[in-house]
Each structure stands twice: as structure tokens, then as C-alpha cells.
């Protein structure tokens, strides 16, 4: 009996360790690409320090460019939104009834008091004496005002003055990194009732800053014709956004002052000015500054600087010495004047500021640094004002010779004794 197997062929697995030959591909195609990119900074006449500084920056100046887009973006998509949330509120006003005149008006008054409430308050008082003809303004307080600097906070001090002739201008003291000031000063001006109805005061607050021009905070303008002068006026107003209508940009000046008691000598250094007057047809000017010492208000000793040529932003870094004895320094008054210079006409000057004894506000206060600080230059912006303003300021006298001047002193000195 033959017997029949069954016999199927299952064909065999090949279970083998898989083969590793593509990892060795991707490390030759690394070794080749290495080896290229090495070739390309082998070809490249730099070090190859400079190579990876090189792509060091590339990569910074790519991500600079990222970091522009997306903050242009962000921007686009704040006023995006910003639009839509005032078309929104425009809808909104719509369906309550009112007509788009309401609307703008009403938006306008939001923005102007909001602006208000940005600027502070002021308290100040006006008082007029009819028997002297004065009139007296009082700066009192100053509430919740404007940050002008980056640590949040100000260095407020209130300029006052009378429109429309404006001879006369006064600063309280400056009050250092407060938003909230307490001043307490008065300031007097010699007025006729007829005048004083045809005249607007102005109180300005500023942030006060020794290296840089003063930033405005806000401003009252106060109609004198609209006030009752049966009683003296005290009130709290907000701040508004300063106009500057009568204000005339004549430029800006710094320099330093040094006193050396020792060697009784005050140092005058003239560093620059900025954005001058233009008076050349060309729109530039040939400007130099002149200096005047006035003892007892009167015409003294001077000198002047170098005439730059064709600019309205000179740089002088000059030096000027003068021989001030202890006593006189306490009776002298600085006259810094910029003139432009004119071979074809008479030189007049564009700008005067003025310190010393008898100076206001920051002239006073960069004198008294000066006198507080001996042997130290003191260095201050100052804002120009117009020749008109400083001469009614300080009239001064004609020029006495030295040697009647160091009678009346002696005269004095003998006197006193």
C-alpha cells in the first residue's frame, strides 16, 4: 500500500538583521555637502572668522527684518481694529438718534477732555489794586499733571506773562519729580485799569530740563475783561493744549558759567545754539555771540565770539574770562545776545537772554547753580527771547569808566562802615 504525503513548500522568511547601507548613504551625502560648503569658504579670500561673523550678522539683520514686519502688522492690525470699534460706536450713536454733527461734536468734546484730565489742574488767584495799579496773579497748586519724563513723573514750574505786550515774564521755582506741586508765589504787574480789561494772562506749566529745551505740560489763557475784580478770583482750572500764537521761535543757546572766587574770575563758555532766526534771503544766517557784563545795570565790559558762516545750528565751544571780584558778582548781570553778522548793513541782534541779580525763573536758577557750585561749570539750555522783552526786562544805563565805578564802590564800602 503505497502511501502519499502531502507535502507544501512554505517559502522561508528572510528574518536577517535589516541592512544599515542607507545610514551610510546619508552620512556620505553629509560628508559631500560639508565638504562643498567647505570648498565655497576655502574659495572666499577671509579668514574664516570673519566667514562666521559675517553670517553671524546676516542672521541678526534677517531677524531685525522679521521683527519690523511684525510690529508693522501689529500696528496695521491695532488701527484695524481701533476703525471698526469707531464704527461701531458711530452705529451705536446712530441708533439712539442722534444726526452725525451730534456726533462729531461729541467726540470732539471726549477728546478735549480727555486731553484735560491728561494735563492737570491749576489753582492759581488774580487780585487787582486799582489805588497802585497792579495787578497780582497768584500760582497756588498744580494737580495730576502730564509725565513728561521716562520715570513717570515731571519737574513743573509755571511761566507768567501778559498779552499783548508781554515786557514782563515770570517763573515760580521748579519743583523736582512731583506731579502733584505746591507752589505759594505771587507775581505783580504795574497795569492801568484801561489796560488791564484789554489783557489776556497766561500761565504755562513746563517740565523743566537742564540739557534739552523745556517741554510745555499745558497752559490757561484767562480773559482779564471777563473776571469780576469786585473780590479776589481763586479757582481750580484744567490744563489746556498750549496755542504758542504770540510765541516767535527765535532759537535756542547753551553755554556753561564757571565762578572762581579765588582768582575772582568768571568763565563764560559758549558751546552752541540750535534753529536760529533766519535773516539772510537764503534762509541761513552768519551768527556770533556777544557778551555783556552790566554792574549795577549799568553797560560794563564785553566780548564776542566767532562769526559762523551760512548756519542756523552754530558750534562754538569758545571760552570768555572775566575779572569779577566776590562783591561785584552779587550786583552783575549777563547778557548773552546773538547777533548776525552783515558786512553791507548794521548788525542787529536775533536773540537776548539775560541772568544774573536781578534775572527771573531759569536764568536766576543757572546763576545761583553757578555761585552754589564755585570752581564748577555749570552748563544749561536757554530759549531766546526777543531783544525787546530783555531790554524792558533790564533797562541799562550807559557805560560808566572803571575807574568812577571802583569810587562808588569804595564810596559804598566807606559808607556802610
Partial sequence: MQAFWNISIVPRLDISPPSFSFITDIFDTNETASGFVQGIIDEIPLPEWAIYLLAILAVIVILLLVLCVCICCCKHRRKKRQKKQQEALVKLKQSSGQTNTEQVQLGTKEVQFATKQQRGKLLYSLEFDPTLSELKVGVKQASSLKAMDLGGSSDPYVKVYILPEKNKTCETRVLKNTLNATFNETFNFQMSKTTLVESTAVLQVF???????????????????????????????????????????????????????????????????????????????????????????????????????????????????????????????????????????????????????????????????????????????????????????????????????????????????
Fill in 207 to 417: 517740565d523743566f530740563d537742564r540739557f534739552s529745551k523745556h517741554e510745555i505740560i499745558g497752559e490757561l489763557r484767562l480773559k482779564l475783561s471777563q473776571v469780576d475784580w469786585n473780590h479776589v478770583l481763586e479757582e481750580w482750572r484744567d490744563l489746556r493744549e498750549p496755542t504758542n500764537e504770540e510765541e516767535e521761535n527765535l532759537g535756542e543757546i547753551c553755554f556753561s558759567l564757571r565762578y572762581v572766587p579765588i582768582s575772582s574770575t568768571l568763565t563764560v563758555i559758549i558751546l552752541e545754539a540750535k534753529n536760529l532766526k533766519s535773516t539772510d534771503l537764503n534762509g541761513s544766517s552768519d551768527p556770533y555771540v556777544k557778551m555783556q557784563l552790566a554792574l549795577d545795570k549799568r553797560k560794563w565790559k564785553k566780548k564776542k565770539s566767532t562769526i559762523k558762516k551760512n548756519t542756523l545750528d552754530p558750534y562754538y565751544n569758545e571760552a570768555f574770562t572775566f575779572k569779577v571780584t566776590l562783591e561785584q558778582i552779587r550786583r552783575v548781570n549777563l547778557v548773552i545776545s546773538v547777533w548776525d553778522h552783515d558786512s553791507m548793513t548794521p548788525n542787529d541782534p536775533t536773540g537776548k537772554i539775560f541772568l544774573g541779580c536781578d534775572a527771573p525763573g531759569n536764568q536766576l536758577r543757572h546763576w545761583a547753580d553757578m555761585l552754589a557750585n564755585p570752581r564748577r561749570p555749570v552748563a544749561q539750555w536757554h530759549t531766546l527771547l526777543s531783544p525787546e522783552q530783555v531790554n524792558a526786562a533790564l533797562p541799562l544805563k550807559k557805560k560808566i569808566p572803571f575807574a568812577n565805578v571802583e569810587k562808588v564802590h569804595l564810596l559804598r564800602e566807606l559808607a556802610s562802615k
